[in-house]
């Protein structure tokens, strides 16, 4: 057998994506709440009021110099997607039953920050917020499915950003350090496995989505994400201490990527984009310590960190204890002039002659898997997880309720299947596999209901409309069977045109 006996199969998911009941249960509002729909040819924007009551939008990558005493809020003309969401709030039972018949082992989800702590910095949490939680882990337990919770995914309370610009200030990080306090006491003995931040290297990006800043400054992000690593290196040892046997890992987007050409110089770029893109944030977080190639970078940009005393001992005393990134696709970068480009998660690139791209134009590339799998384990030596994979494809629900995606499961067959070989052929140390949106759910890049990624269909729609039912797809009888054989039952592969 390829994959390890205690194997993690699973599904992912977040509160901002998925949970809705954005304002019942003492919740506060979260940066998602502000954001209205989109879709890939017209983004979400954020939409604000300034002091003299006009009202603005701003896209959410490019957020940067607000006007003084913009207020981020609701206004009636737009719909706001992640509000309402797909629901699991009220459906958590129903959704945990399907996961359990799937049979799941392992359930990703992400706590709701804003849930926990309204405005993110009041002194005692929300207790409504806490047994929210606490019924769900009891449910997963019913099935034997162990949760793996992300801390802060994509969804930093609104107040943290009206406060003091979020993670823009260090002050957020004992507001954080809060949060992980109450939940790391209060879920011990249902939880072990925890992340301490969903895809951090986004914020390469942009402020908003993954930090809460509304900002692209490079000098502000370049502290906001230190002070990210100290909470997460603080919370590591955190855990530990409130329980030995919690295991924390960082997450990272993986963004994979391949010279254009042979040309050297295509080659050091694309080492360049893998250090800037991903290994950076795998660095520290792994490593203890700021990889000299950004410490230069900062040195030549003028940059500088706001490093109080002892806090780069705290780095290296809270490494994580695994590695775990989503993966998508692949880009290629290059430096002769660009062709045509083509569209992937949170980035854009060149595009691969060798490779088909989904609806979305991401780059579909199963052997970038092993490659990833095999780049990571060399440079850490630490087990892994791969907390997101999954193909957002336009679906369609039959009258009976079924939904026929075959496109899904070649996806995902090819997928597990560059997995199996890296852990049997190469040997690395894979813990588990929680594909994305394994019930459909609400796309973080677009806004879009109608890119999904489920075994499950959710009758929700763009307009807002639909009556949330749930039903299974020809991909939920296929996973099942894989999670049964632990990998080995991948069903038939498809036939050759
Ligand atoms: C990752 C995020 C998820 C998820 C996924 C798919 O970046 O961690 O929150 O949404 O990508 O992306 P999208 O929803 O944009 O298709």
Not at 15 to 42: F, H
Request: glycine share 10%; proline share 4%; hydrophobic share 35%.
């Amino acid at each position: 057998m390829a994959f390890r006996k205690d194997f993690l199969w699973g599904g992912a998911t977040a509160a901002n994506q998925y949970e809705g009941g954005w304002n019942e249960g003492g919740r506060g509002p979260s940066i998602d709440d502000v954001l209205t729909g989109g879709t890939k040819d017209s983004p979400r924007v954020l939409t604000y009021v300034l002091p003299d009551g006009s009202k603005h939008t701003t896209t959410m990558f490019g957020v940067n110099n607000l006007p003084e005493g913009a207020h981020f809020t609701q206004f009636d003309e737009y719909l706001y997607p992640n509000h309402e969401a797909t629901d699991f709030y009220h459906h958590y039972k129903e959704d945990i039953a399907l996961m359990g018949e799937m049979g799941f082992k392992c359930f990703r989800l992400s706590i709701s920050w804003s849930r926990i702590f309204p405005t993110g910095m009041e002194e005692q949490p929300n207790e409504e917020g806490l047994t929210f939680y606490d019924a769900v882990f009891d449910e997963c337990k019913k099935y034997g499915i162990e949760p793996l919770v992300t801390i802060s995914h994509y969804e930093t309370p609104l107040g943290l950003t009206h406060a003091w610009n979020s993670w823009a200030d260090r002050r957020t990080i004992d507001c954080y350090l809060r949060y992980c306090k109450a939940i790391f006491e209060r879920y011990k003995g249902k939880v072990k496995y925890w992340l301490t931040f969903n895809e951090i290297n986004c914020i390469n990006h942009g402020g908003w989505m993954e930090a809460g800043v509304p900002s692209a400054d490079p000098q502000i992000l370049a502290n906001a994400t230190y002070y990210q690593f100290v909470a997460s290196a603080k919370a590591v040892q955190m855990a530990h201490e409130i329980d030995p046997n919690y295991q924390v890992g960082c997450m990272i987007a993986f963004m994979q990527s391949y010279p254009e050409t042979c040309n050297p110089a295509d080659n050091l770029l694309n080492v360049q984009a893998m250090n800037n893109g991903s290994y950076f944030y795998m660095d520290v977080h792994a490593r203890g310590y700021y990889p000299n190639y950004k410490l230069k970078e900062y040195e030549r940009k003028g940059i500088t960190l706001d490093i109080q005393p002892g806090e780069l001992d705290e780095l290296k005393k809270g490494v994580v204890d695994f590695i775990s990134f989503s993966y998508y696709m692949t880009l290629v970068v290059g430096t002769a002039p660009e062709k045509e480009t083509t569209a992937g998660n949170m980035s854009f690139g060149r595009k691969n002659p060798y490779l088909k791209a989904s609806d979305w134009g991401w780059q579909i590339d199963p052997t970038g898997l092993r490659i990833a799998l095999n780049n990571i384990y060399d440079r850490y030596q630490k087990p892994m997880f791969v907390v997101e994979n999954g193909l957002g494809a336009l679906d369609t629900k039959e009258e009976d309720g079924s939904v026929h995606d075959t496109y899904r499961i070649d996806y995902l067959r090819d997928h597990i299947k560059a997995m199996k070989d890296a852990v049997e052929l190469d040997g690395v140390d894979l813990m588990g596999y929680t594909m994305w949106g394994c019930i459909d759910l609400v796309s973080a890049s677009t806004g879009e209901m109608r890119k999904r990624y489920g075994f499950v269909f959710v009758d929700k729609y763009d307009d807002g409309t639909g009556d949330m039912s749930r039903s299974r797809k020809d991909s939920f009888y296929w996973y099942k069977k894989v999670c049964e054989s632990n990998g080995e039952d991948l069903g038939a592969e498809p036939a050759q045109p």
